[in-house]
């Protein structure tokens, strides 16, 4: 029971909160509507990890939910369906457009079928709403059908003949109008929104898969969703801010996988003066060595393997020099031994490190300066200046910067669970590892704190001003320093596997994480200091594959730990075995899904059974896990207790009520 005194304290913000719930009356009505929520199950939350640009696989996931919609299905319909109707149920609710499409094309529709399917879709619309209020399912109905829609959705399983004959009456009224395809999508999609209450990306959605720009339009019109940032996102938000360096690292890698779609159709960024300057300078030069990524299987990039491979040897020059004058700039990095172009004698066409001296596997460096080797030359530096133009001025591509900067963070403690992409930086025994950050030398969770305000800092500081632009350098740093909570390796060998043959040069050692962090005791530790409980608790992340064809598995540290990264991209699939994993956590528990590559949405519209292999890692035997228990319930009940505050504020005329 809430005191007198304890309103009284509170009288300031009472009065504000007044200004929203008026009267007596007001004030009850959200207490019993907010109760009511809190003894609601939780909302089922979807968590996806290293996309890599492949918006394909990654819209199909997003449709199917990781397969809960299918076992919706099952649970709607149990053994009263077939398979086969299951499949064909399923691959409706998915692409629902398409499938009509196809389905009228082969003359499949009947009367019959409008109406059996008008039916089991609502069924399975209950299905996917019976955790919701009302309320909330009101505000995601489609505007157009809402009145029926709802209607429907609610109608008892078992009804006197009079209500039913009504109920039937609408669903042979939707057909007869001519409708029900446009009822039928609405449904649909309903459907897929209502089985996701929120998405959770932990990483890496941009890199070799050519739909980066698909994925970032599809999320931007998401219900409810949040990233953490991964390594390859940080690069793509780098550039997009303007470092130059990242830049360069963007197209470098982008034309070495043979990934411009991205760039020039998906952000149309003009590749032309790229193009201009390779032919100029490279013109004579076969670059065999810089040809791309499988372009003897690919008949569009064999037309242009030639200058493909002239355009990647340019800007990974380019590349070198921009990084090299970076890391000049900040000694306090220590990635001195990331600096080769000085190391080059460019008339034997070697290179001497550690005091040995190796041969350069391509000698023919004309844009290399000796005496100021990394200084871009002038076609360089005006290159730069285009490409720095077309990274800001690129709508779509500051579109989508700014809803990463929105919806992002380089870390996420939600309902138990500690989310980020690759690391917490570690020492050899256990401890948490000092990184320096803006001047300050950091660890653990402050770590992570003020590297994700050095990261806001490089967009939202003052253009030009001193703290904006080390924060724009640091994303560099972010991207391949050492003690990067996003990189963790002891470097990144780009310069060695170019340009020498020796492969033991090519080793990148990983930090002590990736191996401490499969032990129970530094999971706690982690999980500790992130203010969690590591009895109930959850780190997620992915950023390293997990080779499931070596018999590795996604939980680690006695399940304290998972990683999803079972291998979304493609050129992943050949060592995982697998196309990716995906985790449930629903009001039941948790479930780590195994994904079967993805073909094609035509499979998928055939019926063809989609594969998902489902690992139960913990179930809430006691009880379901209600709203009560999550985070959002206990702001929830924080609003409560403000409430009842207010009322006793009324009773007692600390504030007056108005009409």
């Given at each position: 029971?809430v005191?007198?005194?304890?309103?009284?304290?509170d009288?300031r913000y009472?009065?504000?909160?007044a200004?929203?719930?008026?009267?007596?009356?007001?004030a009850?009505t959200?207490?019993?509507n907010?109760?009511?929520?809190?003894?609601?199950p939780?909302?089922?939350?979807?968590?996806?990890?290293?996309l890599?640009?492949?918006?394909?696989?990654?819209?199909h996931?997003l449709k199917?939910?990781s397969?809960v919609?299918?076992k919706?299905v099952?649970e709607?319909?149990?053994?009263?369906m077939?398979e086969?109707?299951?499949?064909?149920?399923?691959s409706?609710i998915?692409?629902p457009?398409?499938?009509l499409?196809k389905?009228?094309?082969?003359?499949?529709?009947?009367?019959?079928?409008y109406?059996?399917?008008?039916?089991h879709?609502?069924?399975?619309?209950?299905?996917?709403?019976?955790?919701?209020s009302r309320?909330k399912?009101?505000?995601?109905?489609p505007?157009?059908?809402?009145?029926v829609?709802?209607?429907?959705?609610h109608?008892p399983?078992?009804?006197e003949?009079?209500?039913?004959?009504?109920?039937?009456?609408?669903v042979?009224?939707?057909v007869?109008?001519?409708?029900?395809?446009?009822?039928?999508?609405?449904?649909?999609?309903?459907?897929?929104?209502?089985?996701?209450?929120?998405?959770?990306?932990v990483?890496?959605?941009?890199?070799?898969?050519s739909?980066a720009h698909?994925?970032?339009?599809?999320l931007?019109h998401y219900?409810?969703f949040?990233?953490?940032w991964?390594?390859?996102d940080?690069?793509?938000?780098?550039?997009?801010?303007?470092?130059p360096?990242?830049?360069?690292?963007?197209?470098?890698?982008?034309?070495?996988?043979?990934?411009v779609?991205?760039?020039?159709e998906?952000?149309?960024?003009?590749?032309?003066?790229l193009?201009?300057?390779?032919?100029?300078v490279?013109?004579?030069d076969?670059?065999?060595?810089w040809?791309?990524?499988d372009?003897?299987?690919n008949?569009?990039l064999k037309?242009?393997?030639?200058?493909m491979a002239k355009m990647?040897?340019?800007?990974?020059?380019m590349?070198?020099k921009?990084q090299?004058q970076?890391i000049?700039r900040h000694p306090?990095?220590?990635?001195?031994?990331?600096?080769?172009l000085?190391l080059?004698?460019k008339?034997?066409g070697?290179?001497?490190i550690?005091?040995?001296?190796?041969?350069?596997l391509?000698?023919?460096?004309p844009?290399l300066?000796?005496?100021?080797?990394?200084?871009?030359?002038?076609?360089?530096?005006?290159l730069?200046?285009q490409?720095?133009?077309?990274?800001k001025?690129s709508?779509?591509?500051q579109?989508?910067?700014?809803?990463l900067?929105?919806?992002?963070?380089?870390?996420?403690?939600r309902?138990?669970c500690?989310?980020?992409?690759?690391?917490?930086?570690?020492?050899e025994?256990?401890?948490?590892a000092e990184?320096l950050?803006?001047?300050?030398?950091?660890?653990?969770?402050e770590?992570m704190?003020?590297?994700d305000?050095v990261?806001?800092n490089?967009y939202?500081?003052?253009?030009?001003?001193?703290?904006?632009?080390?924060?724009l350098d640091?994303?560099l740093?972010?991207?391949?320093?050492?003690g990067?909570p996003l990189?963790n390796?002891?470097k990144?060998?780009?310069?060695e596997?170019?340009?020498?043959?020796e492969?033991k040069?090519y080793?990148?050692k990983?930090?002590?994480y990736f191996?401490?962090?499969?032990?129970?005791?530094?999971?706690?530790?982690i999980?500790?200091?992130?203010?969690?409980?590591?009895?109930r608790?959850?780190?997620?992340?992915?950023?390293?594959p997990?080779?499931?064809?070596k018999g590795?598995?996604?939980?680690?540290?006695?399940g304290?730990?998972?990683?999803?990264?079972g291998?979304?991209?493609?050129?992943?699939?050949?060592t995982?075995?697998?196309?990716?994993?995906?985790?449930i956590y629903?009001?039941?528990?948790l479930e780590?899904?195994?994904?079967?590559a993805f073909?094609?949405?035509?499979?998928?519209?055939?019926?063809?059974k989609?594969?998902?292999?489902?690992?139960?890692l913990?179930?809430f035997?006691?009880h379901?896990?209600?709203?009560?228990?999550?985070?959002r319930g206990h702001?929830?009940e924080?609003?409560?207790?403000?409430l009842?505050k207010?009322l006793?504020?009324y009773s007692?005329?600390?504030?007056?009520e108005?009409?």
């Open positions: 029971m005191s007198y005194e304890e309103t009284k304290d009288e009472l009065k504000l909160l200004e929203k719930f008026p009267t007596i009356t007001s009850a959200e207490i019993i907010l109760e009511a929520i809190l003894n609601l939780k909302g089922t939350e979807h968590f996806l990890s290293d890599h640009g492949e918006a394909k696989a990654f819209d996931v199917n939910a397969g919609i299918r919706k099952d709607a319909f149990g053994k009263s077939s086969e109707k299951k499949r064909q149920l399923c409706l998915y692409y457009e398409e499938k499409l389905m009228h094309s082969e003359g499949e529709i009947s009367q019959k079928w109406i059996d399917t008008l039916h879709i609502i069924e399975v619309s209950r299905a996917v709403s019976s955790k919701y309320s399912i009101r505000k995601q109905l505007k157009e059908f809402a009145y829609i709802e209607e429907l959705m109608q399983r078992f009804e003949e009079d209500k039913q004959a009504y109920y039937n009456a609408i042979e009224t939707i007869k109008t001519e409708r029900a395809d446009q009822f039928i999508v609405a449904v649909c999609l309903l459907i897929q929104r209502l089985t996701i209450d929120t998405l959770h990306i990483g890496d959605i941009f890199d070799r898969g739909g698909e994925i970032m339009d599809r931007r219900h409810d949040d990233i953490q991964g390594n390859h940080i690069e793509w938000m780098g550039a997009a801010a303007g470092n360096a990242l830049i360069a690292s963007v197209l470098r890698i982008s034309i070495r996988y043979a990934n779609e991205t760039l020039e998906g952000y149309s960024i003009n590749l032309l003066p193009a201009t300057l390779a032919m100029d490279y013109g004579d076969p670059c065999d060595m040809q791309t990524k372009f003897e299987n008949p569009r037309r242009s393997a030639q200058l990647h040897k340019c800007i990974s020059i590349e070198f921009l090299g970076l000049m306090e990095w220590k990635m001195d031994d990331r600096l080769f000085h080059i004698d008339e034997k070697t290179i001497t550690n005091g040995k001296v190796y041969d350069l391509d000698k023919n460096l844009s300066d000796p005496n100021d080797p990394y200084k871009l030359c002038p076609g360089e530096e005006q730069m200046q490409l720095l133009h077309s990274f001025k709508e779509k591509l579109k989508h910067l700014r809803a900067y929105q919806h992002g963070s380089l870390f996420l403690v309902n138990n500690l989310l980020y992409h690759a690391a917490i930086p570690l020492n025994d256990g401890t948490f990184v950050v803006d001047g300050k030398m950091v660890k653990g969770k770590l704190e003020r590297v305000r990261v806001r490089a939202f500081a003052p253009q030009g001003s001193k703290t904006q632009q080390d924060a640091y994303m740093y972010l991207w391949q320093g050492p990067s990189f390796k002891d990144m060998s780009t310069f596997r170019y340009f020498i043959a492969e040069l080793k990148e990983k930090g002590a191996v401490l962090a499969n032990q129970k005791e530094t999971c706690k530790r999980l500790e200091e992130f203010g969690l409980n590591p009895e608790s959850y780190i997620i992340n992915g950023h390293v997990v080779r499931t064809l590795e598995s996604p939980l680690r540290a006695g304290m730990r998972l990683v999803i990264d291998g979304f991209s493609k050129p992943y699939q050949a995982t075995g697998i196309a990716g994993y995906t985790l629903n009001s039941h528990g780590l899904i195994q994904h079967t073909e094609s949405k035509e499979k998928v519209l055939e019926g063809e989609n594969f998902h292999r489902k690992v139960q913990a179930t035997d006691d379901r896990m209600m709203v009560r228990d999550t985070d702001e929830l924080e609003q409560v207790e403000n009842q207010l006793v504020a007692t005329g600390l504030i007056k108005r009409n």
